[in-house]
């Protein structure tokens, strides 16, 4: 566990591993799903510093994953208030990772101090729907936590699927443990997304995991085409969705509030991409989400523009601090672009520490929270450190 600079979070830690079988170094490991892969920053650094290994398929047959259970401990005995976004080299849902690894992981996580939040991000939601809706996964979890589950608290536990429940164990009140909640509020998931498809494929499974009670977001991270919440389309059929029944949810008009009003996702994080190939990324784009998520009332931060800095005119001072200036074929990315031949942005490669994360003359730096409430991290660490003294 270690503090990050990553904007929405305080700490980052990962605890899976992956052990090169051969050589017995550690590092990490995944494999790519979708083309916000393809500029995967965890590989490079694995390649450089970790296993050696890249994020290739054939490379299963290479690794071993493990858990570090002495940094779980870290973050469950950390004191302070603290957002950790966990497992940033792999993803925690990746096929290879085991069920029971997943189990042990959030069975720790759960009894971190309620002021220290772990952020868990995943392109593979599909599998984390279904496995943490599930009356054994939370059933499993209790078993590692306390050894086995009281018979008269399964039907409290699994009667409520939609909302918060809370059990008091009869323990002394001040122990870890001594109120088991379910889900826990202290654990988030997030699911990437980078653009419509993407959204069409994991955004179904996110809203659903947020009716059953979790805390949730979106990633848009890096952001490589336009994305509408308000289009919404059901997910390709697959055994997950007969599973989980989620395209006949009659709560489903748009991606971010059900028709009862009720939050499908606790916040959106947006940022352009960043490193060698990066896709530039229109103003439109994070502007869009803003505005969306005005309008649904969801808390809406954007990190960075990435890569390239978008000008509106070539004679600002944005000219002199990047590379010769580069028009990008914006009939590649943006269809919508190409039908407007007013469109007045040109693109800098300055790279992200430089181009910030200014848009429409201001900063949008809400995280996401289970009320919706439009707060900054800095605010939430001070709320939590009055609770926590
Ligand atoms: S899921 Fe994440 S860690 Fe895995 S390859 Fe894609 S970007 Fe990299």
């Known amino acids: 566990m270690q503090s990050t600079k ?37 590989e490079r650094i694995n390649l450089e510093w970790g296993n050696k290994l890249e994020y290739t398929a054939q490379n299963a047959k290479n690794i071993r994953f493990e858990l570090n259970h002495d940094e779980l401990k870290k973050i469950r005995d950390f004191k302070k208030p603290a957002r950790v976004f966990l497992c940033d080299m792999t993803d925690f849902a990746h096929d290879l990772i085991p069920d029971t690894m997943i189990i042990k992981l959030i069975a720790t996580l759960i009894q971190a101090r309620p002021w220290v939040h ?16 599930d009356p054994k996964f939370i059933q499993a979890i209790f078993t590692e936590i306390y050894g086995e589950l009281p018979p008269a608290t399964t039907q409290e536990l699994f009667g409520t699927p939609s909302s918060q429940t809370v059990i008091r164990l009869g323990l002394d009140s001040q122990s870890p443990g001594a109120m088991f909640q379910w889900p826990p509020q202290n654990i988030h998931i997030g699911t990437s997304i980078e653009d419509q498809k993407t959204l069409w494929q994991r955004g179904h499974y996110l809203a659903h995991l947020t009716r059953a009670g979790w805390t949730t977001y979106y990633s848009l991270e890096p952001m490589i085409g336009p994305v509408d919440y308000e289009n919404v389309k059901l997910p390709p ?6 599973t989980l029944d989620l395209p006949r949810a009659p709560y489903f008009t748009n991606y971010l509030r059900g028709t009862d009003d009720t939050p499908l996702v606790h916040g959106i994080i947006l940022g352009g991409e960043s490193g060698q190939g990066a896709v530039p990324l229109h103003p439109e784009l994070p502007r869009t989400i803003r505005d ?22 070539t004679k600002t001072p944005a000219w002199q601090h990047g590379g010769p200036p580069r028009d990008w074929p914006w009939n590649e990315i943006d269809p919508r672009i190409e039908k ?41 660490l001070q709320t939590a450190k009055e609770h926590a003294a």
């Open 6 to 42: 990553i904007e929405w979070a305080t700490h980052s830690s990962n605890p899976i591993m992956a052990f090169n079988i051969h050589t017995n170094k550690r590092g990490h490991y995944c494999t790519k799903v979708s083309r916000g892969c393809s500029n995967c920053y965890a």
């Open 118 to 133: 772990s952020l868990l991000l995943t392109k593979r939601i599909q599998r984390i729907a279904k496995l943490f809706t």
């Open 237 to 242: 059929v697959g055994p997950e969705v007969t």
């Open 292 to 313: 969306t998520c005005i309008k649904h009332r969801i808390p809406y931060f954007f990190k960075q523009w990435g890569h390239w800095l978008p000008v509106e005119n």
């Open 340 to 380: 407007d031949p007013t469109e007045p942005w040109r693109y800098f490669a300055l790279g992200k520490t430089q181009t910030g994360n200014t848009l429409d003359q201001r900063q949008h730096l809400y995280i996401p929270n289970r009320d919706c409430k439009n707060i900054t991290q800095q605010e939430w």
